[in-house]
């Protein structure tokens, strides 16, 4: 069986839409590492945490969906940009951890955020690479003329699916919701992507059950005595994956939107792990400096991570300039997306607890 070309991928271009604002939210929980030491005792997380770098987590509450989150979200961001709910055409719903199996929980929040009948409404299924291809999808319903004004509710709470028990996973994840504002405009400059996929790698990364296929544990060696119910994940794999997938995809995004990396004031990566993050900007050649970081205060938020890196790590400045931004998304599925566009001024770009 051949290997994935990582450097592949739909190479996609949107113009005639900007990114208008920016709200994440996050739990009021703060989970310390102190938290584990009864549990995996003091040198065990010592060792886990010099890997990963996270040093506090926000953890959503029993009531408390991605869902939720991203509403709160939306509700500070219509109001810090005077937009009436019944302007919006479209909101796209991103999250592996939907309020219910059924009915989309899309649908939820255009009935919690009072948008219109007439607004698309739909949920997408994805994880860490989730935030480049919403981007892509609600941008190219504007250039189409399907929509003036869109909302990416991107947001998961891996927390509730993580074995307690289980080092690699219950340090590492943490719950944040996020929502954007797309709206047409036309001058801003064309935005380019990559989004690709290879599902060969699909189990490395995987809840087994909750859905409608029954789970062969006799199957996968690697799951005996886990909870079907709880998040695998294949550590070495995925970090295999990654290394090998995201330095050609930075490359090529680089190459179709024609700039040089000293052109862009940001690298926005997803925030996977912190000794993952320094080995991806090194083999990228990017410069530290302009690769920030916010794993350490707020963990692995899958596919909310770089919309929370937005808000927490470049708001100041996106308040007043325009920045030009290249994104990059990987992990479960397995699945890449990058996006290069420019960004900003934003009239709103902020972080809130609930």
């Not at 208008?20 to 009021?28: I, K, L, Q, T």
């Not at 590492?172 to 954007?180: C, I, S, V, Y």
């Not at 680089?254 to 004031?265: C, H, N, P, T, V």
Request: charged residues 20%; hydrophobic residues 45%.
């Amino acid at each position: 069986m051949s290997s994935p070309d990582f450097s592949a991928g739909r190479e996609l271009r949107t113009q005639g839409a900007r990114i208008a604002g920016v709200v994440s939210c996050v739990p009021s929980k703060q989970v310390d590492n102190d938290y584990f030491v009864e549990r995996f005792d003091a040198s065990a997380v010592r060792d886990v945490v010099k890997m990963i770098g996270v040093n506090r987590r926000r953890w959503a509450d029993a009531q408390t969906s991605a869902g939720d989150l991203c509403r709160k979200a939306g509700e500070k961001l219509l109001a810090g940009l005077g937009w009436q709910a019944d302007s919006i055409d479209a909101l796209i719903f991103v999250s592996q951890t939907p309020n219910y199996r059924l009915p989309a929980t899309a649908f939820v929040l255009q009935a919690e955020l009072d948008l219109p009948a007439s607004c698309l409404a739909l949920d997408i299924n994805l994880g860490c690479s989730g935030y480049p291809q919403a981007l892509w999808l609600g941008m190219n319903l504007i250039q189409t003329g399907a929509a003036k004004r869109v909302l990416l509710a991107v947001g998961d709470t891996i927390s509730k699916m993580i074995d307690p028990t289980d080092r690699s996973t219950s340090l590492l994840f943490g719950d944040a919701g996020t929502m954007t504002a797309l709206e047409t405009s036309n001058g801003d400059a064309a935005a380019h992507f990559i989004i690709g996929a290879d599902g060969k790698g699909a189990r490395n990364l995987i809840v087994p059950s909750g859905g409608f296929k029954p789970y062969d544990a006799a199957a996968d060696e690697r799951m005996a005595g886990k909870s079907p119910e709880c998040l695998f994940m294949d550590g070495g794999e995925i970090f295999n994956f990654t290394l090998n997938a995201v330095p050609k995809l930075v490359s090529r995004t680089l190459d179709i939107a024609g700039r040089d990396k000293d052109s862009y004031d940001a690298f926005l990566f997803h925030q996977a792990n912190l000794f993952m993050l320094k080995h991806l900007a090194k083999k990228a050649g990017l410069p530290a400096e302009r690769v920030p970081v916010n794993i350490g205060e707020y963990g692995n938020t899958s596919c909310a991570s770089i919309p929370l890196l937005i808000t927490t790590e470049l708001k100041d400045r996106l308040k007043e300039e325009t920045l030009q931004l290249g994104m990059f998304g990987f992990g479960v599925g397995y699945s890449w997306a990058s996006a290069a566009l420019a960004v900003g001024p934003l009239n709103i770009v902020d972080t809130i607890e609930t």
